[in-house]
């Protein structure tokens, strides 16, 4: 079993319209990374989230931590074609290793 | 100031068969780990080296085996090949404290026939 479950796995949308990713567990974390993956890419940090009921906002992305500290969201507002990538979340263990869910592939179509 | 560095990008190599993959650390930072990510999952934690020595493990065979250097730089060796082994394998690299950001290299694609 995924210590980290994404859904949905797979989302293909036309360019303009919004999204939100999700990253469920029953675990409680300090914190919890996400990163985009593009193809050829490695994985790049996009934020960090330490506080339940924490929002951060990137431009047209806003980040989530639930307040059990147990689920995060990803919602991109009016997807463009360079938001297409894999998109991670990710917990830290204190000795620095990431556990990855499984990821949502994300195509935005123009 | 260059950021991680994998080698080679692709690699082709038959059931069976040795590979050595290398890193090179992103300047500043002397933690290395090593991921393997099949295609369209997550990357899943091989192992750490810290000072020389692996620090931690994930769940992979004996076969995997690594090494870092007096540089920082690191290598992952696969023994005896298996079709299951081929994927993405990513470096990242980090300063020592947990919690610290570990920044990946563009990855090595293994493809074993």
């Known amino acids: 079993t995924q210590l980290l479950e994404q859904s949905p796995q797979f989302l293909s949308i036309q360019e303009g319209e919004n999204l939100t990713v999700y990253c469920n567990s029953s675990?409680?974390?300090?914190?919890l990374q996400w990163y985009r993956q593009e193809p050829g890419e490695g994985p790049v940090l996009l934020v960090t989230?330490?506080?339940?009921?924490e929002v951060k906002k990137l431009k047209r992305l806003t980040f989530q931590f639930g307040d059990a500290r147990k689920d995060s969201s990803l919602h991109i507002t009016a997807a463009q074609p360079g938001d297409t990538g894999l998109y991670l979340c990710?917990?830290?263990?204190?000795?620095?290793?990431?556990?990855f869910g499984q990821g949502t592939t994300l195509q935005v179509k123009p | 100031d260059a950021g991680v560095t994998q080698s080679p990008t692709h690699l082709i190599k038959t059931r069976g068969q040795q590979v050595t993959l290398r890193c090179s650390p992103k300047?500043?930072?002397?933690?290395v780990s090593w991921y393997q990510q099949a295609l369209g999952q997550g990357p899943q934690f091989i192992f750490q080296y810290y000072e020389e020595e692996e620090r931690q493990r994930g769940n992979f065979p004996d076969r995997f085996s690594g090494h870092q250097f007096p540089n920082y730089s690191s290598e992952l060796n696969v023994n005896a090949l298996l079709l299951g082994d081929s994927a993405l394998y990513l470096c990242?690299?980090?300063?020592?404290?947990?919690?610290?950001?570990?920044?990946f290299g563009p990855g090595t694609r293994l493809t074993v026939t």
């Open positions: 675990s409680v974390f300090s914190s």
């Open positions: 300047s500043g930072h002397d933690t």
């Open positions: 990242a690299s980090s300063l020592p404290a947990g919690g610290s950001e570990q920044y």
């Open positions: 989230v330490v506080t339940g009921g």
């Open positions: 990710a917990v830290s263990s204190n000795t620095g290793k990431l556990i």
